[in-house]
C-alpha cells in the first residue's frame, strides 16, 4: 500500500503540514502496533517545539503493562554520543587533546604511540571489535583480552566501527576526571540537563516505567532478549533513556550549552568516512539536501534512533523495545515528516500456509539465508544480516528496509523456490535449499568441541518443531543449541539461567554422564528447553 502525501514541501514550507504529518503518523504506528510490528515511543521537534510524542506496545507484554512516555529503553549506542560529548568537555578545559596518544594512558598498548584520541572517536584507530560480555566485564579483562590482538588496519588509514575504541575513552574519561564513568556521564550530563529518568546499571533499575526488552512481543508467548549480566557494553552503550530526557540532551547539545557550538561541528565533520565523524553519524538523505546527525543504537531487546536536522532544527527520537520491529517504520516517521511518499507495510496479515511457504534456508554463492516465520512474523538473517523482521508488502513482496526488497518466487505448483534481493548494492536471487531448520548442540561438553560439527538433534514425526536425544553421553563442560552449524542461529540461557535466548549464555553441564536433551520451538517466539541427567 503507498501512501502519497499530498504537501508540496518547496511551497508551503516544513511547517504547515505537521498538523497532518502528526495524525498521519499516529494511524501508522496504530496500524503497525496491531501487527505486533512496533513497540516503543516516539517524539518529533520542531524549532524547538514538542510536535508529537506517544508511545505503542507493552513495556511489559506478559503483564499487559503499555509503554508510555515515561518508559525506560536501552539505548546501546547512542551511548557513544555522551562519552564524546565529555571527552570534547575536557579537551575545551585543556585536559587533554584529541591529539593525544594512547600511549600517554596505557603504554603497553599495541601500535599506542600511533592511535590518538581522534582515531578513536572516530573509529579509525584499527583497534578490533570485543563484542563477548565476557571479554569486557572490567578494565583489567578487556586490556588483557584487547591487546593481545592485532590491529585491524594501521591507524588513521582506514575506517571501522569498533566498541573497544569507546570502551578505552570510558577508562580514558576515567583516568582523567577521577571519576567513573558513570558518574562523569551523570555530573557533566544528566545532572545539569536534569535527565532524572536516565542513567546506568539497567538491570538494577528498580522503576514501574523500566521497558522490557523482547526477541518477541506476542503477549504470554513473548519472550525477553538477552539482558548482560554485566553492564556491556559499558561507555559504548550502557546507558537507558526515555524519549523526554533524549530531546533535552539534544537541545543542550547542539545548541551549545555542554560544549561549544564549533566543538559540536568537529563532531558531526565527516572524518575518513562520509558518513561519521566523531560518535556521529551523518544520514544524508538521496536526491536531496536533507543532512541529518546524531547516532543510533541497536542491541539485544532494544533499538534506538536518535537523529537532528540541524537546518530545518528537526529532532527525531525513536525507542523500541523489541528486535522484532522492522527498520521500515522509523523510515515511514521520517519520510512522512518530510512530506515523502512511502511504501508502508501491508495493513492485512499475511496468511499462515502463505507464510510456511516461504520458510527455509536459501543459498547465494555459499552464502546462507535463513527465513523464519514466527507468530506471525517474516525473520531474516544470514548474509552477514542480523536476525530481523521483514515488512510484508504482498504475500511474496517484504522489504526490510525502504531500499532493500526481497521477491519470492515459486515454480508453476505455487511452491517457493527462490528469493530475489533487491538493495543498493544490486540484485540477487538465492535459491532455496531446505524447507527445515537442523538444530543440535555444540560445546565443550559435547565430543565436537566448539570448533566441531553439531550433534544433530531428532525430530518427532508429529511435532517437527521438537527436538531431542535420549541417553546422550555428556562430559563436564558447556554447549549451547546451533542450528545448521551455523552461528547466526544459537540458543543460550538469558541472565537468569533459567529462560531462552538467541545468542544467550552456555549452558553448564557440572558432571560426566547421559542426558535427556530436549529443545522444544513448537512455539517458536518463546523456545523452550530441558538438559536433564539419567540415573
Partial sequence: MKYILTAVFLMFGIGLGYSQNTKEIDELLSTYEKANQFSGSVLV?????IIFEKSYGYRNAENGEKNTNNSQYKIFSTTKMFTATVILKLVEQGKLSLDNKLSKYYSDFPKADSITIKNMLSHTSGIPEAEDSENTKNEETF?????????DFSPGKNWGYSNSNYYLLGYIIKKVTGLEYDKAIEEFILKPLKMTASGFHFNQLKSENKAVGYEFIDGKNSNRALLFKTDHPFAAGAIYSTVGDLYKFSEALYGGKI????????MYTPYLNDHYGL???????????????GHGGGGPGYKCRFVKDLKNDITIIILINSEMISAKAADNITDIIYNRPYTAMSKNRIDAKDLQKLQGIYSFNSENYYINAINGTVVLN??????????????IDYKLFENFDLKFNADNTGKIESVTITNTQGTKTAKKIADIFSWGIIGTATPSGWEGKDIVLETQKSNPDFYYLKNYKLKTGELRFRS???WANSLGLNSDDKSMCYDGYNIIIKEDGFYDIVLDLSIKSKPQYSVKKVN
Avoid: F, H, W
Fill in 143 to 151: 586490556l588483557k583480552y584487547i591487546t593481545s590482538k592485532k590491529l
Fill in 484 to 486: 545448521n552449524n551455523d
Fill in 279 to 293: 560518535a556521529q553519524e551523518i544520514y544524508k538523505t538521496p536526491n536531496s539536501d536533507i543532512i541529518q546527525v
Fill in 382 to 395: 544470514g548474509g552477514g544480516i542480523p536476525r530481523m523482521p521483514l515488512a510484508p508488502i504482498t504475500k
Fill in 45 to 49: 521537534a520542531k524549532k524547538g517545539k
Fill in 259 to 266: 560544549i561549544s557550538k564549533q566543538m559540536v561541528e568537529r
